[in-house]
């Protein structure tokens, strides 16, 4: 699978009218995209920090089909209003190849997703053992009910992202709770994030953002 | 126990030869007070091998304390957009130091408790 993320800020003037056309928009020409396989398209929720009010992921067979979907005349309307820097001011954008996955879930309740920027002393062997101690967390963090942890292959935003880290939960509590208050993720994860330790790898700009979804999107 | 119980953080720290006195003097300046004002506790500051070595390194252990898990998201959520620590480690603390090494302990008895969470 071959996945399209966007993290869709609103510019400061859209106005509660502007931002539902937009809405009705994107959505409907999400919906009519040719060969895509999974389309969510959600506001996100209160408590993001650098995670925009709209996230679009896209799910295609490859990279291809992508490519043939975003240039459809299908999509040529929301093209139009995520390009306008007068509707979307932001946008940080991914697209990447499903990486290691696991888990399972019914779809209803919280998507998460967070970019990074590997991007201090980035050598191999750091990379690899961050991904692994990353893809480690769900063994131990039991409210991630689905995940996969991603090489972003393109990357546009604030930072080159390097790295999609995504999870599915029950409810935001999942996150807030065991995601946040296991030593997994404060005692362990954590260093390759903390200039104070000297495992830090990954730029302190990064996207953390989740919203509400009605059936699975990590597929 | 509670989930109260504290959490430690150490600072190791190998020193280059004969740095060791001015090393300590430049952290408890520069990083101590503003460590402490992000909720850290400085419990133990200890010196090996118990004499500054003139023409060899020496090893200082700083453990600090922290009352709880949650104290150390606020810690670092404090340091995270603070210039000054970045500077700390990565442009005057190397002046001294050959090596070093932070981590994060907790008491083996609060293991269990942490993982049910």
Known sequence: ?????????????????GRDAFAATVGKAAAALPGVRNVMFEPTLPGVYNGG??????????????????????WAPATALIEDKATISTIQRVAYPGGRSGGS????????????????NPTPERLAAFAEQTAGMPNHVRSILRWQLSTAGEAEGDRPWTTVWEQEYRDLDGLNGPYMMHP????????????????????P????????IQRPVIV | MSKDAPIWILD????KPGQGPAFLAAYMERYVPKAEARGMTLAHRMVEPAMWLDDAPNRLVFVWTLPHPGAVWGSKHMARPDADVTRWWKEEAPAFIE???????????????????
């Not at chain 1, 998460?112 to 920027?117: N, T």
């Not at chain 2, 190791?12 to 020193?15: D, L």
């Not at chain 2, 008491?107 to 942490?114: F, Q």
């Open chain 1, 105 to 120: 879930s019914d779809g209803s309740g919280l998507y998460r997703v967070a970019l990074f920027c590997a991007n201090v």
């Open chain 1, 184 to 203: 997994v993720h404060w005692a362990h994860v954590e260093r390759w994030f903390d200039t104070e330790y000297t495992e830090h790898l990954v730029d």
């Open chain 2, 99 to 117: 090596s070093r090494r932070r981590s994060t302990l907790a008491d083996a008895d609060m293991l269990a408790e942490y993982d049910n969470v």
């Open chain 2, 12 to 15: 190791e720290v190998t020193t």
């Open chain 1, 53 to 74: 009010d709209y996230l679009l992921r896209l799910v295609f067979d490859d990279k291809a089909a992508a490519d043939v979907a975003m240039a459809s005349e299908a």
């Open chain 1, 205 to 212: 700009i990064l996207v953390h953002t989740f919203c509400a």
């Open chain 1, 1 to 17: 699978m071959y996945n399209l993320l966007s993290v869709l800020t609103f510019a400061p003037e859209m106005d509660a009218a």
